[in-house]
């Protein structure tokens, strides 16, 4: 419990995200803020909280509780707390990222690809690296989410087609979750140092248990989802 850092560049950038966003809802009367201001919170808990520490120096399944955070848990919360908006000359941008096949690529193959040990042993070694990487998985995330729970809902998938974007996305991490789980204890050597080991977990619990965190919670949200989009379709076909 001593090792949070509160690093200036993450605080102040957190902070100035949730006062530009109350800056900019304040008149419209937004009912969905705290969704955005829960998503800032558990960013700024994410990076500057022991959850850091333990991720970058002791547990595995630490490091996957981060990742599963920044990819699938806080995006969809920023999303879902933002409000409807011009876009502007960002509209091809959007157009472009937004088409499902791209959205689905970058935000699955972001988190398949920074798992894959030599890059993910690589970010561990280079503090630029470890941030890029970090920025990675709230970016993709983001736009990961963005046809599913994006505030253009004119853009958002069918019922069909979320159900498929998000289940084939489940099925992904669930290989992800089998590949840790059961894969060899050499893949990550940072965790193989004994003073490391804390809570009584050795190099192979750990990385079990780090395979368990993303197969598990990792298809929860996505498993959520699903059913937040079937309820939610539901709702408005007996209101029709």
Request: hydrophobic share 50%; charged share 10%.
């Amino acid at each position: 419990m001593t090792t949070w850092d509160w690093e200036p560049s993450v605080v102040v950038g957190c902070a100035m995200l949730a006062i530009g966003y109350l800056a900019f809802v304040r008149k419209r009367g937004f009912h969905r803020a705290p969704y955005f201001l829960a998503g800032v919170a558990l960013l700024l808990l994410d990076l500057v909280s022991p959850i850091d520490a333990l991720a970058d120096r002791y547990l595995l399944s630490a490091h996957i509780v981060q990742h599963f955070l920044l990819a699938l848990v806080i995006p969809p919360l920023l999303l879902l707390g933002t409000p409807r908006f011009d876009l502007g000359s960002f509209t091809k941008l959007e157009r472009a990222l937004g088409q499902p096949p791209v959205s689905w690529l970058l935000g699955v193959g972001t988190m398949l690809a920074w798992h894959i040990p030599t890059l993910f042993n690589a970010a561990l070694a280079s503090d630029g690296l470890h941030i890029f990487q970090h920025l990675s998985f709230l970016v993709t995330g983001t736009i990961f989410w963005w046809p599913v729970v994006g505030p253009l809902e004119d853009r958002h998938l069918s019922v069909i087609a979320s159900v498929s974007y998000l289940f084939s996305a489940c099925l992904c991490c669930s290989l992800l979750g089998a590949f840790l789980t059961f894969g060899p204890v050499c893949l990550y050597p940072a965790y193989l140092n004994p003073r490391a080991r804390i809570w009584g977990l050795d190099p192979k619990s750990d990385q079990q248990l780090a395979g368990v965190l993303m197969w598990v919670p990792g298809c929860f949200v996505y498993l959520s989802g699903i059913l937040s989009t079937v309820l939610r379709w539901y709702g408005e076909e007996r209101t029709a």
